[in-house]
């Protein structure tokens, strides 16, 4: 197709995937309202629309409507920008994740992705290792010792669990052979022994998929490892002088990381949108973007449930499991997953 | 198609703007902010090189500069804070004993 | 045409970084502006086709050793720089010394430098060939690096420790 076809099937791509993603970002702070709410024996949000289905805008209109104040200690330039530099490098991996095989619209051949790059797989770790930033830049610009120290924290953590991270996905990029995200995908078509799919959790790489789900939990400061920004811990950590639009938009930070490490968990470990196919073929390419939706689903669900049943991990056990543990597995996995490929 | 000389004007201009950040401030962890930058002009110039000369050894090269870079930058932050503990300032031009 | 557009554009983007790193008077601001300057410079290395080496540049340089600085930073709670005498002599001569000598420098290299033209992805670097000139032919300093960086750890827990509780007691005796 020609550039201008391509720059505007482009930006109308990322308009669209923009879109989906903020409201999949409101929606799974519904869904883990809901869920948490279930687990402990109550209802969720349940007043605004049916089922609570609402209250996503309700919050929205509450940090839109909220007293934006700055504290007058805090360090102004780096104070207004550190929400900013977070929520950008958090939305910025949708760019390369692709849902789909692809469609034909108007007799063009539209990959359902905004850019497949080879090397897609190291660019998503490379905007995870700039998120960093965000956290630390907040908590010293707050210019308080419990945000100082939660942004130190929460920082040292996701420098440390990033080492693990990317070594649990070196072993699917020895099966596979390419960094390039569709081709990892691709890579896990069709089935073995009849009926079991050729996902890479089932095809060796399920403690490469264990290491991969601890650290992703460390990496989004997530529950067991939210240590830094728990309320009772550090009086919200790194996000403690904050309100308003700026606290929404590390809201939005966190749940979007949480909604790019479960497409990632699906696109490398669970076959992406490979699933069953059935129907005319309308329906048959749209359903791979219907498995793959309920696969991220699944994992954040995953997300919440967990969220709901453990305890934390304090500091000095979380670091510990991360170095002492997790990296020496994540080598391990790594030895074995090369001496399994290169013998055959 | 950009010259190559382009490339390595630009290298040179980074190059330029370290050793001048290097001579001319005075606070010790920027010194050393500029010693990274020059290292940076420096790949630069590497990877133009190695397109020019059609040899992938040259951006093999830059993985080893930015190993060594990874390895100085650890060590000359410790000594740094080595530094701070027992002096309590940063300013280059307040470093100059010996012996406290 | 779209080739040296970009190269400006980045280009632009790294000489203004560094130029702010020099200008700024807090070290927070100047870190900040190394990072631009990094992220500028993959921009650059991508043009030229080295992709493994700019993805490793951001993940590297930009991600790990400058989070690094920021934290020392952080942790040395560095305040703007104080203006001595020291500084205002260094400025009188560094500035327009270094602003000469960059000049002659780029005046050399654009002038004498040859008819060398890159066309856009001149050399396209995939993981694939790096990780075989890697292994095969540079082993050797391949891991001599690793060696070094274990020595660069060791060193740097060594001197960044606190001081032991034993000398207070052994003077006390």
Sequence with gaps: MTI?????????????????????????????????????????????????????????????????????????????????????????SIALIPIGNSIRIFGLNIPLEITDVNIGLLIILGVTSLGVYGVALSGWSSNSKYSLLGGLRASAQMVSYEIALGLSLVGVLITTGSFSLRDIVNAQGGHFWGFIPRWNVFHGQIVGFFVYLMSAYAETNRIPFDLPEAETELVAGYHTEYSAMKFAMF?????????????????????????????????????????????????????????????????????????????????????????VVALQ | MVPLSYYLALSGILFACGVTGFLIKRNIITIFMSIELMLNGVNLSFVAFAAHWHALSGQVFVFFVMVVAAAETAVGLAIIIAVYRTRETLNVDQINLLKL | ????????????????????????????????????????LAGEYLLLGAEFVGAVQVIVYAGAIMVLFVFVIMLLNAGVEERTKGSRVALLFGIPGMVIGSVLIAWVLLTRSGSGEVAIGALPGPPK??????????????????????IAIMGAVVLAAKPGPAQPEKKEE
């Design chain 3, 1 to 40: 045409m779209l080739h040296l557009i970009l190269f400006l554009a980045f280009g632009a983007v790294c000489v203004a970084g560094a130029v702010n790193l020099l200008v700024q008077r807090h070290p927070i601001n100047s870190a900040l502006s190394l990072v631009v300057v990094m992220g500028a």
């Design chain 3, 129 to 150: 060939e790096i990780a075989q000139l890697l292994f095969h032919q540079f082993l050797l300093p391949f891991e001599v690096t690793s060696v070094l960086v274990l």
């Design chain 1, 4 to 92: 201008q076809t391509f720059i505007i099937v482009s930006v109308i791509k990322t308009v669209i995937a923009l879109f989906v993603l903020l409201t999949a970002v409101a929606y799974s702070v519904w869904l883990e309202r809901k869920v948490v709410g279930h687990i402990q024996n109550r209802w969720g949000p349940t007043r605004v629309g049916p089922f609570g289905l609402l209250q996503p805008l309700a919050d929205g209109v509450k940090f839109l409507f909220k007293e934006d104040l700055t504290p007058p200690h805090v360090y102004k330039p780096l104070y207004i920008a550190a929400p900013m530099i977070a929520v950008t490098f958090a939305l910025f």
């Design chain 1, 251 to 339: 809201f939005m930070a966190e749940y979007a990381n949480m909604i790019t490490v479960a497409c990632l968990a699906t696109l490398l470990f669970f076959g992406g949108w490979h699933g069953p196919l059935f129907g005319p073929p309308l329906l048959q390419s749209l359903l791979p973007v219907f498995w793959f939706v309920a696969k991220v689903f699944v994992f954040m669900f995953i997300y919440i449930w967990v969220r709901g049943t453990l305890p934390r991990f304090r500091y000095d056990q979380l670091m510990a499991f991360g170095w002492k543990f997790l990296l020496p597995l994540a080598i391990a996995n790594l030895v074995v997953t090369a001496l």
